[in-house]
């Protein structure tokens, strides 16, 4: 049999939340008002293409009906692949319009700084418009209806998500701006990031820490008694975090990470992830001879095996080889923020949470 892995074919796209949200409200919705539950059911993308889905289950009650249908997040590894997205519609008050409910295992809004109020329900503003465009489409201009979205098992899924962190309690958003999932664009994550700013700056923070990995973030809220809503889980996404916070200042950054990771970025990736580049031994073993390293050390860094082992050659020696990275880490970040007057600092962590390297808190120009 071929390998059918999805590095070897075209990657495959799926469906939002929000878009599969839409197409279970707007099947039950027509249910309601002719009796009948279209199978598939088509709705529009915010850019007008028309797509289909075909419903998982459905039921018509006295008052109310009710569509679901299973997320395809496609090749994309998305935490809500596979979950059943369900709208139950009923009749609303006159003049009301379509008005939003929360379900089973959708997340209810309990910190200021997300674009949905305190107390509604985690539905994001473009699923939202294209939840009451859809019922609009089967009712009319004029249609009065709430629409209560739910995904069972949506709790459970949300301890795998950055909700909790950002005051959404009780389940998984309703996400999308498309209603097209590409594959491995992190656009969920980049997403989480944005939110996590806005909810620090809306909370009055003016101190935010963002990190590649959770040891780094743990050894970074150790060191400066941080809240957990001052942590960025910015992952790889160092130059995503940090262009965000140029638009959205916040007076005081911290970058926490790994020594290979923190060594990438000091050599110029903003995007630190493994697919794309390695850290260059190379250039490191310059830089551990500009800081003071024997030829005899550069030699071995330069024939390391990974960069954790380079950084523990130059300790064997005294060479204070993490605060050089540091410091070059630290500029390549702050060429982001240029004239922003944020106060930067960046901080390099072995795997155990020690300190490696240090460039403190200092105003970019």
């Not at 075909?54 to 979950?83: C, M, N, Y």
């Not at 629409?147 to 309703?174: D, Q, Y």
């Not at 970025?265 to 073993?285: F, I």
Request: one cysteine or more; proline letters at 5%; hydrophobic letters at 45%.
């Amino acid at each position: 049999m071929e390998d059918d892995a999805p590095h070897d074919r075209p990657l495959r796209r799926g469906w939002t939340t929000g878009a599969c949200a839409a197409a279970a409200a707007k099947a039950a919705c027509a249910a309601l008002v002719s009796g009948d539950f279209p199978d598939p059911v088509e709705i529009a993308l915010p850019s007008g293409r028309r797509v289909a889905f075909a419903l998982a289950r459905h039921d018509l009650a006295a008052g109310s009906a009710t569509a679901a249908i299973v997320k395809d997040a496609g090749d994309d590894p998305d935490v809500t692949h596979g979950a059943l997205v369900t709208a139950t519609v009923r009749p609303g008050k006159t003049g009301s319009g379509v008005t939003y409910a929360r379900g089973e295992g959708v997340g209810l809004v309990t910190r200021p700084g997300l674009p949905i109020a305190q107390g509604e329900p985690a539905i994001n503003p473009v699923p939202r418009k294209m939840i009451a465009a859809s019922v609009r489409e089967v009712a009319g201009e004029d249609a009065d209806f709430e629409v209560e979205i739910s995904v069972p098992g949506g709790e459970k899924l949300a301890e795998r998500t950055l909700n909790p962190r950002l005051g959404i309690v009780g389940g998984i958003s309703i996400l999308g701006t498309t209603g097209v999932v590409i594959p491995y664009s992190c656009s969920s994550w980049i997403h989480s990031i944005q939110r996590g700013i806005d909810v620090a700056r809306a909370m009055g923070f003016s101190h935010v820490s963002g990190a590649t990995g959770n040891a780094s973030e743990l050894a970074a809220q150790k060191l400066h008694g941080l809240h957990e809503v001052q942590l960025i889980d910015m992952g790889d996404f160092v130059g995503g975090m940090l262009k965000y916070i140029r638009d959205h200042p916040v007076p005081r950054v911290t970058i926490a990470g790994g020594v290979a990771k923190m060594t990438k970025l000091s050599q110029g990736l903003l995007d630190v992830h493994s697919v794309r580049g390695m850290a260059d031994l190379d250039a490191l073993a310059i830089v551990a001879e500009r800081t003071g390293a024997s030829d005899s050390l550069a030699t071995r860094i330069r024939a390391s095996n990974t960069v954790a082992e380079a950084f523990s050659l130059a300790a064997g020696e005294g060479v204070p080889l993490g605060n050089a990275i540091a410091a070059s880490a630290w500029s390549i970040a702050a060429a982001v923020l240029k004239g922003t007057g944020i106060e930067l600092e960046v901080l390099v962590f072995n795997r155990d949470g020690a300190l490696m390297g240090k460039k403190g808190f200092s105003v970019v120009p």
